[in-house]
């Protein structure tokens, strides 16, 4: 059954209260907390909304419970916590403030009024308790003061679960070097941005760069992705800023796991959405950013490379390998092109658009195509421009075909060899064993046709051995037993195989 207890603002345990039954002790932090005439279940949905970020939220509750209550001193000090931005993480294996407010933006933590009223009404060992709270908030908020102090202006903010690695979701790291080795944009991703830094500091620096960052891609995964506290802070964080600034949020979803309308609200309305299970999606949003973040450029388009010279033609040749491994074969295939325009006799470009039209994404998988590239005309090509090194790899690859074939039907014949003794084997065991169940049957039979003759001559004999038997009827039985003796050798002729 629930309990309608109060739960603790700092860590949100269980709070019971002390001995005078005025405050109440966190059972898992020690944090302590007035006893209020207030709804329980108010101060706990506070105390939740503000750990998954929802600080909008849970002022509004705040200044339900003020309005009912204006001395109650835990709800000042909640609000005091949600126009700071205050959320309680582990530090060192304690509970620690960090700041997700632009603290530039407002007063020191002793000049706010909400902090002034709950010091005001509470009990005076409460105010030891807040004042404590208060100096560790504090430099929380200066930490973000002087993070925001900085000049630094992000082009793009790849939005990841808080506290993710690298590892942790793929397609966000995919994004961030797509759009900063390849496309050589400033772009704020955590797992690289915030590397090596405390909590008070990550959390300073991930409100900066929401602030800060003209364009948010916001990936979404499945539906727990949508329920998320920080991703929901993040994108109506963001979200808020688009009416005053030119910035953008590009939802990105994963479509076999969940469709576009079950995005969080602010997105669902938003014009641009892109599915990352679609074959094209890296070159589709990659075009849309370009367009905005460099609109005198075109954006991931082939045209715009007819220009180019011998100067930049390596990085043409790491775009379009770029192109390969991110599935953009149509592409990669144009990118081709324009490097032959450039000196027709790279070898890499022909194998290049060998790759793109067999749609694999390296060369490693060119073992792996169902038949040789021989007879190929960009592989020839390839092969006549290459150097020694290059040729060998090149015939090494069509070797290694030819060699998994040439395995493949080796491995086939055996089988069907395989398959046909084992079938043969399994043929003559079962005509043996019909052979012995025919055998068996017709030992059976000629037992049952055997039995009744054998009994009628034993009786026959029998008969004819008493003495007292008259002429006429010993000559009936004497040819009784000729007839069944007759009759017995026919019978074991008929059946002659079963003594085999």
Known sequence: MYENTLTCKICGGEARPDAENTCTVCLGCGGEAMLTKADVK???????LRNTLDFAAAERL???????NPEDSEAHWNKFLCEYGIQYVLKNGKRMPVCRKNAAKLPACTESESYKRALYYATEELQTAYSNMGVAISEAV????????????????????????????????????????NLGFNVFYAPEALKDMDETDKAANTAYALENSAIMLAGFKNLSDCCD???????????NQITDQEKFIFPIFNGEAISFQQLPEPLIWLDAAFDSTESEFMREISETVEKILKPEEAAVVPDAIVTATAANKENLIKRAYMFLEDG???TADTYFDKILDIDIEDSRAYIGKLLAKCKLKNEDEIPNLPQTITEDKDYIKALRFATPEQKARYEALNGAIVDRIEGEKKRISEERQRIAAERAEAEAAESARRARQQKEERRLEYKRRRDPLKRTLDEVRAELNKTFITPKRKAELKEDEAKIEKNLKTLDMLFADIFD
């Open 229 to 239: 506290g920080f991703f929901r802070y993040a994108v109506s964080t963001f979200a």
């Open 328 to 330: 953009e074969f149509e």
């Open 142 to 181: 200066s930490v973000s003061a002087n993070v925001f102090a900085q000049d630094k202006k992000y082009d793009i903010f790849v939005l990841t679960h808080d506290g993710a690695t690298a590892d942790d979701d793929l397609d966000a790291d995919r994004l961030f070097l797509r759009f900063t080795e």
């Open 42 to 48: 108010k101060l706990n949905r506070i105390t939740y």
């Open 62 to 68: 705040a200044d339900e419970i003020i309005l009912e």
